[in-house]
T-cell receptor, first 116, second 112 residues
Framework: EAGVAQSPRYKIIEKRQSVAFWCNPI?????LYWYQQILGQGPKLLIQ????????DSQLPKDRFSAERLKGVDSTLKIQPAKLEDSAVYLCASSRASTGPSTEAFFGQGTRLTVV | SQQGEEDPQALSIQEGENATMNCSYKTSINNLQWYRQNSGRGLVHLILIRSNEREKHSGRLRVTLDTSKKSSSLLITASRAADTASYFC????????????FGQGTILTVHP
């Protein structure tokens, strides 16, 4: 089966600009995660969708970050305006689980964002 | 804040040796998962152990879980240079929707 697709792979923007990332999960996967991974750290969960509903966005900086999952499939993550500290790799992952405990998560290659 | 904390932060061994990484967590869990990340790439799932399991094997990997101590260990036997990567534990912290929280990771270097 095809894996999780993310685009773009790399993005360089100036601070205060806006940027958007796109994710296409594995077909049939109900759960979609967006993680932020700063260099040298573990991934930090930003937002989790089950189907097209948000189940956790407790660590999403809502003043500048927004995300949506269209028709329970593709998802976009937007940052507006970007800050220097947003420089990180943004990882999208999906899993089959529609309710209850998590199952194996499949990750995309990530988008490396550099804010200058 | 991160749920899992890995130990050690970095581990350097020779090919053929065993590598052991530990993960501690703070709250009750549904399950615990281990992932590998090669430099500059996405994470790859290695193994999932449920809270009612104590040990699980997959090829050269052995995972143990001690819920009384809130800790897990990942053992890689007969390591290879290709095992060089960062290893993360991820805990499903007992919510109803499978929230996966990652630790800071262990950087493993296997020298040929």
């Amino acid at each position: 089966e095809a894996g999780v697709a993310q685009s773009p792979r790399y993005k360089i923007i100036e601070k205060r600009q806006s940027v958007a990332f796109w994710c296409n999960p594995i077909s049939g996967h109900a759960t979609l995660y967006w993680y932020q991974q700063i260099l040298g750290q573990g991934p930090k969960l930003l937002i989790q969708f089950q189907n097209n509903g948000v189940v956790d966005d407790s660590q999403l900086p809502k003043d500048r970050f927004s995300a949506e999952r269209l028709k329970g499939v593709d998802s976009t993550l937007k940052i507006q305006p970007a800050k220097l500290e947003d420089s990180a790799v943004y990882l999208c992952a999906s899993s089959r689980a529609s309710t209850g405990p998590s199952t194996e998560a499949f990750f995309g290659q990530g988008t490396r964002l550099t804010v200058v | 804040s991160q749920q899992g904390e890995e130990d050690p932060q970095a581990l350097s061994i020779q090919e053929g040796e065993n590598a052991t990484m530990n993960c501690s967590y703070k709250t009750s869990i549904n399950n615990l998962q281990w992932y590998r990340q090669n430099s500059g790439r996405g994470l790859v799932h290695l193994i999932l152990i449920r809270s009612n399991e104590r040990e699980k094997h997959s090829g050269r990997l052995r995972v143990t879980l001690d819920t009384s101590k809130k800790s897990s260990s990942l053992l890689i036997t007969a390591s290879r240079a290709a095992d060089t990567a960062s290893y993360f534990c991820a805990t499903d912290g007992g919510t109803s929707y499978g929230k996966l929280t990652f630790g800071q990771g262990t950087i493993l270097t296997v020298h040929p």
